[in-house]
């Protein structure tokens, strides 16, 4: 059974750091592109970042380029998400992604972690 565990949310105030993990068990994490998401009431689920691999390429959105980074443990089978430089408008619950490489209609989503960027 696959299961995604997110953690590390909070109420940060603007300027300051975060950083998410998303642990992941039941999958063998080199086999599957990790991402995540970022959700606020009355929109759709945005990408915000995604690992294909370990190692490889990430990328970001516009809205987080350089102030947020991806990054992964194939030992812990863990990915983390560093957030700095908050910004109010990043305030959202934080989802956890992991889609099979070879089959993207094979994914699994975490319950997330809420994210508050607020003075």
């Known amino acids: 059974q696959v299961q995604l565990v997110e953690s590390g949310g909070g109420l940060v105030q603007p300027g300051g750091s975060l950083r998410l993990s998303c642990a992941a068990s039941g999958l063998t994490f080199r086999d599957y592109s990790m991402n995540w998401y970022r959700q606020v009431p009355g929109k759709e689920r945005e990408l915000v970042a995604t690992?294909?691999?370990?190692?490889?390429?990430?990328n970001y959105a516009d809205s987080v380029k350089g102030r947020f980074t991806i990054s992964g443990d194939s030992a812990k089978n863990t990915v983390y998400l560093q957030l700095n430089s908050l910004k109010p408008e990043d305030t959202g619950v934080y989802y956890c992604?992991?889609?099979?490489?070879?089959?993207?209609?094979?994914?699994?989503w975490g319950q997330g972690t809420q994210v508050t960027v607020s003075s």
């Open positions: 690992m294909p691999a370990p190692g490889r390429n990430t």
């Open positions: 992604k992991a889609e099979y490489r070879w089959n993207v209609a094979i994914y699994y």
